[in-house]
């Protein structure tokens, strides 16, 4: 099936540690985001990507970290400088990174500080 | 930047009866209008949504329509179902932004029976 796979699907930090969280697209995809879910909030874009080996801040990017050296992979490490990490992470693909492309989501991380 | 405002929080109908939710946005800008559904524990899924060149979308029991001078766009939900029971979120997209989105902060919808 084509889609989007987010893995592990709980994930546990220890202070003071890095932790890199899985997407993957089979759904040839150029674009792939990151985003963070808190109860309450809505979803708040961390890094975007357009294409390979290009990415870009999202709105709360600090503490963050991205790399896209394929097309059909995007993982996300949340670093020690992320003081908050505690959340529900979603990675999304569309088509393209132009406007008005529909976003497709995976079933997302919940990372948790031990 | 942008800003969504979306209401209400929660909505608990009846089976069979219809649901509203509303969204406003700031930016005269936006041109995107997305409408996603996410269940406990899943990812948000695309239902419907909307380009600013159009007034209204229906999908079967799912239609939104969008004011652009007034700046806000609705979930219109008929016969609800229990399976409609999840939260809604809505989001817009600015011209030349990207394909970035902003969210609202969600609407947990409840359809007793």
């Known amino acids: 099936d084509g889609g989007i796979t987010q893995s592990p699907k709980y994930l546990f930090r220890k202070e003071g540690q890095n932790v890199t969280l899985s997407c993957e697209q089979n759904l040839n995809h150029d674009a792939m985001y990151w985003y963070r879910q808190d109860p309450g909030q809505g979803l708040r874009l961390i890094y975007y990507s357009q294409i390979v080996n290009d990415f870009q801040k999202g709105d709360i990017a600090e503490g963050y970290s991205v790399s896209r050296e394929k097309k059909e992979s995007f993982p996300l490490t949340v670093t020690s400088a992320q003081k908050n990490p505690t959340a529900f992470y979603l990675c999304?693909?569309?088509?393209?990174?132009?406007?008005?492309?529909?976003?497709?989501f995976g079933d997302g991380t919940r990372l948790s500080i031990l | 930047g942008e800003n969504v405002e979306q209401h209400p929080s929660t909505l608990s109908v009846q089976e069979g009866d219809s649901a509203v939710i509303k969204c406003t946005y700031s930016?005269?800008?936006?041109?995107?209008f997305p409408w996603y559904k996410q269940e406990l524990g899943k990812g948000p899924q695309l239902i419907i949504d909307i380009r600013s060149n159009v007034g209204e979308k229906k999908d079967q029991r799912i239609a939104v329509t969008l004011n652009k001078t007034a700046k806000h766009f609705s979930l219109h939900i008929t016969e609800t179902q229990p399976e409609d029971s999840a939260v809604y979120f809505c989001a817009a997209s600015i011209v030349g932004g990207g394909n970035k989105l902003t969210f609202g902060t969600g609407t947990q919808l409840k359809v007793e029976l």
């Open positions: 930016d005269s800008a936006s041109n995107y």
């Open positions: 999304a693909s569309s088509i393209t990174g132009t406007e008005n492309q529909p976003q497709h």
